[in-house]
């Protein structure tokens, strides 16, 4: 890993070409930070937007019972970083977390000198857990998931996974099948608390507004708004192919397509590609705000695709959408997460791959917020199908609500765990702590 720090430093440069937020504090990657040590943090590690996001849920709940805590928010993505700012207080700090090398994690650890560390999800690194044990910093994983694909590949490493995970002061699994896999190498699981992300506010504001650029579209038009979200290399491509084949013969209007590539370092090529294929396409960020008025442009009407190239707004293209289909699902890639669009009642088409969000799949399936398909020409198939029923549409959008009244509490009992492994790291020596972990969901 110290070796291979030049490549870090290139990749780096690439990637601030399309997000100069990868050149910010790059010193902080190796473990060099400004100002004077401190110490007492709560330290939350959300590597990107998503993770973040899901973190908030909790670190909010949290900051309600404890509000002197500070917490100390780390990243390894310029959209983490970016979300990670909204939601500092003056007391709290951010930082990157250090490239996984032995010497930047001491530098980190010796800089913050964190209470107690969280990790989100999946974010298990080596050297970084073998330092907080040298350290005496108990680090948590929370909202943790591991797939089937993750566990064979650890189980290839076991020399290195072993004690990673090993090493975890305390494990909070999403499912039982993810605490499975995670006790399969040596993970301390405490409880299984759910997925976090289903505490997703159901009508999150702003992005409800877009609901209205929705409707003046449908007025001026009467076309609806398909979307392809979270799409990622090579589905777009996948996707065309397909919709040229279907094109033909869909009943007019014919749908705006609503194309959010996953990564912004994206945009322009897939701009590019759509442009080539001889597609109108009209971009995100040439609308206004969607709290303003909705005014759509004049070359809206004529537009084949709407590119959906800013960070943040993925709610408010769910919102926008009169149905989704879920990127990452159509190639062999594990699927983005949904319940996003559950939280902004938008029912969704999921390709055969949904490993990486199992459960949420599984959940929306059941309860007819979304449905199967082995591929995009039977993706489009049943979105069509959809469309022509306005009834099973509209029973679709309410049972997104449903999935998440049902898997909701995760935040909840994160907090109850954490706040029970913090009160035990602050007990005095003699003093017994209170249970490390709630009941199992």
């Excluded at 597609?279 to 759509?296: I, T």
């Excluded at 913090?422 to 969901?441: E, K, L, M, Q, Y």
């Amino acid at each position: 890993m110290t070796l291979l720090r030049p490549l870090l430093r290139a990749k780096l440069r690439r990637r601030s070409r399309a997000e100069p937020g990868y050149l910010h504090a790059v010193e902080e990657r190796f473990g060099h930070y400004g100002g004077a040590p401190s110490s007492g943090w709560l330290w939350v590690h959300a590597v990107s937007l998503g993770e973040t996001r899901a973190a908030a849920l909790w670190v909010r709940a949290l900051q309600q019972r404890r509000p002197d805590l500070r917490i100390l928010w780390t990243h390894g993505t310029a959209t983490g970083w970016a979300e990670g700012q909204r939601h500092l207080r003056p007391q709290d700090a951010q930082a990157w977390l250090p490239w996984d090398d032995p010497a930047s994690v001491r530098r980190f650890l010796a800089h913050w000198r964190p209470r107690l560390g969280v990790l989100m999800e999946t974010e298990v690194w080596p050297a970084l857990v073998q330092g907080c044990r040298a350290a005496g910093v108990p680090l948590w994983l929370v909202n943790a998931r591991l797939n089937a694909v993750s566990l064979r590949r650890a189980q290839r490493l076991r020399w290195l996974a072993g004690p990673a995970y090993r090493g975890l002061s305390g494990v909070l699994a999403q499912t039982e099948d993810d605490a499975a896999r995670l006790r399969a190498l040596g993970a301390p699981v405490r409880a299984v608390t759910g997925n976090v992300k289903f505490d997703l506010p159901w009508q999150p504001d702003p992005w409800m507004a877009a609901r209205r650029w929705r409707e003046a579209w449908r007025a001026c038009t009467g076309r609806p708004v398909l979307a392809l979200a979270s799409s990622r290399e090579g589905e777009e491509d996948a996707w065309l192919a397909a919709w040229r084949r279907v094109a033909p013969a869909w009943p007019d209007p014919k749908p705006l397509w609503l194309i959010v590539p996953r990564h912004p370092q994206r945009f322009d090529e897939v701009h590019a590609r759509l442009a080539q294929a001889g597609l109108r396409v009209l971009r995100r960020s040439h609308l206004g705000p969607w709290e303003g008025e909705a005014r759509w442009p004049a070359e809206a009407a004529q537009a084949d695709v709407l590119l959906g190239d800013s960070v943040g707004e993925m709610a408010g293209y769910y919102a926008l959408a009169d149905l989704a289909l879920i990127g990452g699902s159509f190639a062999p890639l594990g699927g983005q997460n949904l319940i996003e669009a559950a939280a902004c009642a938008c029912p969704v088409v999921l390709g055969p791959h949904t490993f990486n969000f199992a459960e949420a799949a599984q959940a929306a399936l059941e309860e007819g917020a979304a449905r199967r398909a082995e591929d995009f020409d039977a993706a489009l198939h049943v979105a069509r199908g959809w469309l022509a029923d306005p009834a099973a549409l509209q029973a679709a959008r309410e049972a997104a609500h449903a999935i998440l009244r049902r898997h909701g509490g995760a935040s909840a009992r994160t907090v109850a765990a954490l706040l029970d492994a913090w009160d035990a790291i602050a007990a005095p020596a003699g003093v017994s702590a209170p249970a490390a972990a709630p009941r199992s969901a």
